[in-house]
């Protein structure tokens, strides 16, 4: 029996039915995956009350992909306007209590919205229910959602959220929460999960996880330079989004502002890296600036002293670096696979 991770909350209230899951789906240039994606919902017992993908203004044949499944799946459209438009749009269009959110490449285990049902059943109280998860690397899994480098956050959680997102994305959570928090923001590029959950938490959400493997997180091959940046960077954003919330106390304020600059750090590495790659003519200069900051790990600003007087060994050596290993979910490394 799979065991539920949650904070203790009151039990007195149970529901006396399975409340009803719609799943939304956000959709872009998906049309070679999502088909495997539905399948896995289609084949959940009990079945969820509807499937609503929408279509964020993809160019390829999204609803010729999606016409074996014909009524099964409500399908919306809009213009492209990135994954957080789209999630709120299929949320809004949703009519269930709940909505089980799922990428248009990842898949359900058999058992997952059931064993999710039990829980809401059970714990009331609780606003977003994820699961454990295997993560997917072309065909082949290579890990879970929570390891030993993640760990679902039981006590503490508004602090925990603020450190990092320690929700794994494949939530199902009450839609009227949703909508009252106003959905995704969509000027939050990469992090748009993490502050949605932040707002939720402070806004006095509880979360719950169910302590087995009933997803698939299907990953891809990333640059190892632009895409940590880029990362970072949103990391960033949301962090100065969530400072000019009025209910942070200020020892909170004091704990973002230096999750700030250890991500700013990242991000100035992320720089170097990324210009070491692509042969930057401002290499050098950027390579000293983390050199010189006293605040960089010390073997960070030897390397990156290294890369200031020697640029092309060291744009050569992080070329063949990058040609050989990128850096997946949770800062892993891993080797590319053979072209």
């Known amino acids: 029996m799979p065991h539920l991770l949650a904070p203790e909350g009151d039990r007195s209230e149970q529901l006396s039915q399975a409340p009803a899951i719609s799943v939304v789906i956000a959709a872009f240039e998906a049309a ?14 009990p079945s969820p009350l509807e499937i ?26 809009i213009e492209h306007g990135g994954e957080a438009k789209a999630k709120n749009a299929a949320i809004e269009a949703a009519s269930g209590e709940f909505v089980a959110i799922i990428d248009a490449d990842d898949r359900f285990l058999p058992g997952r919205l059931a064993a999710i049902q039990r829980v809401l059943i059970e714990r009331a109280d609780l606003d977003l229910v994820t699961t454990d998860a295997v993560i997917e690397l072309n065909g082949r899994v290579v890990g879970r959602a929570y390891n030993n480098g993640n760990i679902f956050a039981v006590e503490s959680q508004r602090a925990a959220i603020l450190d990092h997102n320690f929700i794994f994305g494949q939530v199902v959570v009450k839609r009227e929460v949703m909508l009252r928090l106003g959905g995704f923001d969509p000027e939050i590029k990469y992090t748009t999960d993490w502050e949605c959950w932040i707002r939720l938490i402070l806004d006095g959400g509880r979360v719950g996880c169910i302590d087995a493997p009933l997803g698939v997180y299907v990953m891809h091959e990333s640059s190892m330079s632009a895409s940590r940046q880029a990362m970072y960077e949103g990391r960033v954003a949301t962090l100065r989004k969530t400072l000019r919330d009025s209910r942070l106390s200020e020892i909170e304020r004091g704990l973002i502002n230096e999750r700030i600059s250890a991500e700013e750090r990242r991000t100035s590495r992320a720089e170097m890296r990324s210009a070491l790659i692509t042969g930057d003519e401002l290499v050098r200069q950027i390579a000293q600036d983390v050199a010189k900051d006293a605040t960089q790990p010390r073997r960070e600003r030897l390397k990156a002293a290294f890369a200031a007087f020697f640029p092309r ?5 992080m070329r063949s670096h990058n040609r050989s290993y990128w850096i997946g979910v949770g800062d892993q490394r891993f080797q590319r696979s053979s072209k």
């Open 313 to 317: 060994i060291a744009s050569a050596r």
């Open 32 to 45: 070679a995956t999502i088909g495997a994606t539905i399948r896995s919902v289609i084949a959940q017992s």
């Open 52 to 77: 609503v993908v929408c279509d964020d203004g993809s160019s390829d044949d999204l609803a010729g992909a999606l016409s074996e499944f014909g009524e099964k799946v409500r399908l919306l459209r």
